[in-house]
């Protein structure tokens, strides 16, 4: 057999592929990187960065029409969606450029075109299901990511019935939406569309929103959502979901209850399922469960040679999920020592809703449920200076403390900024802190921050501030 | 021209020594006298001066190494105004070869076994640097502590080698001293319990050489007596409402003995293959245990010396020993030696010689016990003593006058206060 051309060739160019191949490229690996369609892929096109900008947009609606709270007055304030969402896009622009500089920095190749397993160490690229070359690789890395998932009765039509890439560039602002789902994405649209204006129903088939996040996060989540007004059914299915002349109707299903919700229009927002279709997976030995590719804790597949990574792989279906297994993905094919499987007790999650959730590692109900004995920390916001200064005095911040050890097994934050916090508790869980290392750490005031500080204290009887 | 820095005698019996720290560091500036760096000989660690100035060029023993040789090179020292490219020019002579390797390679002398299997996805490197530091999580330490995992067996995975939770897995637990150790280690029958090696230090080394070679060769003989010391303890009472340092009963029994061994001059002797010497000083050395291992430094002509004077030296060397930072003239030499376990609550020992001198004190804990005086039973605190003697100097005669000469001293203890300085 010739030489490979490459060491690595990475299908897909998202958070997981493109931050897997500079990392390869700095372990000297000739590494090559296939996009069919934007560089950095759904995280920086189509997901975390274009709803950022989107939510941003939501934040200064919200303080402007709170004007006089803080002591302003202003006539006539509007917004143009069309010119909120065109900001959105030339932000996914400015980043996807970006990663285009960064793969030339790091001379990596990138080979346009969509790509498929094409026998052993070889992958084909396509052009309008077109073969318009093959390159060869030691290594092959699929980081195809995932898309919404949709199930019988709830099919997208991408006019009315939107999934979440049709609900970041609207054409015109819908007064009415029905959100089925309320995992971050639901409720992150949710809260966006919401705060500019529109009358949002949130339907959950589980019995309570977000229901990742710890039992008391969701539930002060959901009554600070439903006093903003959004209407939130759970344990509520939808039924008959039809797009109708002017928009929607779908019967909401709560126990016994029915009621018929009309709306202009409705996301569906129940999970994703991994892009697996149409990448050559037939005939290898890459397994396929649940929409998800199989692979060990090494991010191998059960064929030699290839690789899978982030969203594809399973949840949580987070980009820094994706990136940091793209970096134990490759450094274990480059033999670098002292590599570790990803720990999802230390992957934090976030949703940029007004208010903000954060958490990292166990919930309370995860921890005791694992057999540990815990001890619990709770911080309001409304017991923090600096959260009533800036007029955001609504949230809380919990931690779970293993009560043997003073292991941080997780912790779970609401409210302003709590996505920018979460990283201190997420360093103190990777270091292993225990209670102790915490108490003893000075935070600065007058900060947020310093609500991470006293829910510790809390969780050992030694709570200043509340 | 640069010049080579040489392993010094540290002590009289040094032949070699471990290179334990460094002061200084390459390209430092030396003044005479400067301390260079700690060396442990056989009986201490000992600070090794500068015997020239200059400027420190470039260390050729690592720190850590033993069995650097007395006179071995173990340093370029460049002249003011040298550079480094001129040891380039100097005629180098190898660096010796350390008979052994540097600490850091076996980790400070502990071992343990059954060792933990080392999982093959974890990089080998020891958490322990030669410092004795361990990289370990606060977690990590935390649940050692709990479950009496010994950090020191425990190869880290973490970054740099830390020790983290996920290494304490398959660790043995309860093997080191915990606040609890929940499980149990199970053996077979036969099998002996997990333990703990520790490499020999050259200060064990020394004892157990010398305290073997004088219980074969030396033919001792123990007497024994019992001293009332109510006296001596009223004195001291009385003594120590006026001083600040207080004085121990021990500083007394120094005296008592120093001044008891002028008295029978025989007791102070040694023995040597030529001749007895008969010292006309008592240099008395106190045992003190340390960590390290039993050291004695001296209390040079203790019978010149008042009891406040023997205290303030007595616990100055105390404290040296302890810190292992005496010197070697502070701990070699001796005439004689008292070895003290009444602390313990010890009633009563024999001591093994402390070479070459010929006779120890092995002093017990004074103690009310039932006396008969003019015929009458009654209490007194008592203090049962035992002489060690070498019977080549020392008959058994000798030794009962030493005994009855430092139980007069002990029980009517103003004749210290009679007895003038002078005799040093």
């Known amino acids: 057999m010739a030489d490979p051309k490459y060491d690595l060739v990475i299908i897909g160019s998202g958070p997981g592929g493109y931050v897997a191949a500079v990392r390869a490229s700095q372990l000297g690996l000739k590494t090559a990187i296939v996009e069919e369609k934007h560089l950095g892929g759904i995280c920086l096109n189509w997901g975390c960065i274009p709803t950022k900008a989107l939510l941003r947009c939501a934040e200064i609606h919200h303080l402007l029409h709170h004007l006089d709270e803080f002591g302003f007055s202003a006539k006539d304030v509007g917004f143009d969606i069309g010119k909120i969402v065109a900001r959105s896009r030339a932000v996914a622009d400015q980043l996807s450029k970006g990663v285009g500089y960064l793969m030339k920095k790091n001379k990596i190749d990138i080979l346009e075109g969509r790509g498929r397993l094409a026998g052993k160490g070889k992958v084909a690229i396509e052009q309008a299901k077109k073969k318009v070359g093959e390159v060869e690789a030691k290594h092959i890395i699929l980081a195809t990511g995932a898309r919404a998932r949709t199930l019988p009765g709830l099919e997208p039509d991408g006019k009315k019935i939107w999934t979440y890439m049709e609900a970041m560039v609207p054409e015109s602002f819908p007064k009415s939406l029905l959100v089925i789902g309320s995992g971050a994405i639901g409720i992150e649209f949710a809260s966006f569309y919401r705060n500019l204006g529109a009358e949002v129903t949130v339907v959950e088939i589980l019995d309570r929103i977000l229901p990742v996040e710890d039992a008391e996060i969701s539930k002060l989540a959901q009554k600070a959502f439903e006093k903003q007004g959004i209407r939130i059914r759970t344990q509520a299915s939808v039924e008959n979901l039809k797009a109708t002349q002017t928009g929607v109707t779908a019967t909401v299903k709560t126990g016994d209850r029915e009621e018929e919700v009309e709306a202009e229009r409705a996301i569906l927002a129940v999970g994703i399922t991994g892009n697996v279709e149409d990448i050559g997976l037939e005939g290898t030995k890459v397994k396929v469960e649940k929409g998800h590719v199989v692979v060990n804790e090494w991010l191998a597949t059960d064929e030699p040679g290839v690789y899978a990574i982030g969203d594809l792989v399973g949840p949580p279906w987070l980009a820094h999920k994706a990136s940091h297994e793209g970096v134990v993905c490759v450094e274990k094919i480059a033999g670098v020592k002292g590599v570790h499987p990803l720990d999802v007790t230390r992957v934090p999650g976030c949703t940029y809703s007004m208010p903000q959730v954060a958490s990292v590692g166990f919930t309370e109900e995860a921890a005791k449920k694992a057999g540990r004995e815990v001890r619990v920390g709770r911080f309001p916001y409304r017991g923090n200076g600096k959260a009533i200064a800036l007029g955001e005095a609504e949230g809380l911040v919990k931690t779970v403390f293993d009560k043997k050890t003073g292991e941080l097994l997780g912790a779970h934050i609401l409210g302003a900024e709590a996505t920018e916090m979460i990283q201190g508790y997420m360093i103190a869980r990777t270091l292993e802190t225990t209670e102790a290392d915490l108490i003893e750490a000075i935070f600065p005031h007058p900060t947020l921050s310093e609500m991470l500080h006293e829910s510790v204290l809390d969780a050992y009887d030694r709570v200043i501030h509340f | ?424």
């Not at chain 2, 090696?197 to 007596?225: C, G, W, Y």
């Not at chain 2, 003594?239 to 120094?254: G, P, Q, R, T, W």
Request: with cysteine.
């Open chain 2, 1 to 424: 021209m640069p010049k080579q820095l040489l392993m010094q005698a540290l002590s009289p019996t040094m032949e070699e020594g471990t290179l334990a720290k460094w002061l200084k560091k390459e390209g430092d500036a030396i003044a005479i006298g400067d301390v260079l760096a700690e060396v442990e000989t056989d009986k201490a660690t000992v600070e090794m001066e500068a015997p020239e100035e200059g400027v420190l060029g470039k260390i050729l023993v690592a720190e850590g190494t033993e069995g650097v040789k007395v006179n071995a090179p173990i340093a370029w020292l460049l002249e003011e105004g040298e550079d480094a490219s001129a040891l380039k020019d100097a005629k180098a002579a190898p660096p010796p070869a350390p008979r052994k390797k540097p600490k850091e390679a076996k980790k400070e002398a502990v071992a343990e076994k059954p060792q933990p299997k080392p999982s093959a996805s974890q990089p080998q490197r020891p958490a322990a640097r030669g410092d004795g530091r361990i990289f370990a999580s606060p977690l990590a330490r935390r649940i050692a502590g709990d479950e009496g995992i010994d950090l020191t067996q425990i190869q880290g995975s973490g970054p740099k080698g830390r020790i983290v939770l996920r290494d304490l897995e398959s660790a043995p637990r309860g093997a080191a001293s915990g606040r609890s150790s929940r499980q149990r280690i199970r053996r077979t029958p036969g099998e002996l319990p997990s333990f703990r090696e520790m490499s020999n230090t050259n200060i064990r080394k020394v004892i157990a050489e010398r305290l073997t070679r004088v219980h074969q060769d030396v033919p001792t003989f123990f007497l024994s007596i019992d001293c009332e010391i109510d006296a001596l303890l009223a004195l001291r009472k009385q003594a120590n409402e006026m001083v600040a340092e207080k004085l121990s009963v021990n500083d007394f029994l120094i005296r008592a003995a120093a001044l008891a061994l002028i008295e029978v001059p025989a007791a102070n002797s040694s023995w040597d293959e030529k001749a007895i010497r008969q010292y006309k000083a008592a240099d008395v050395s106190m045992a003190v245990a340390t960590d390290r291992g039993l050291i004695t430094p001296v209390i040079q002509s203790a019978d010149a010396k008042t009891v406040q004077e023997i205290a303030a030296e007595a616990k100055a060397l105390a404290e040296k020993a302890r810190a292992g930072k005496l010197r070697p003239e502070e701990f070699q030499g001796g005439t004689f030696t008292i070895s003290n376990l009444g602390m313990f609550g010890i009633r009563q020992f024999d001591a093994i010689l402390n070479p070459p001198q010929a006779c120890i004190l092995a002093v017990g804990a004074g103690e009310p016990r039932a006396v008969v005086k003019n015929g009458q039973l009654t209490s007194a605190t008592m203090m049962s003593c035992t002489l060690t003697c070498d019977h080549r100097v020392v008959d058994g005669a000798v030794g009962a006058e030493f005994l009855a000469a430092f139980k007069r001293y002990v029980e009517e203890p103003a004749r210290m206060l009679l007895k003038e300085a002078g005799y040093g």
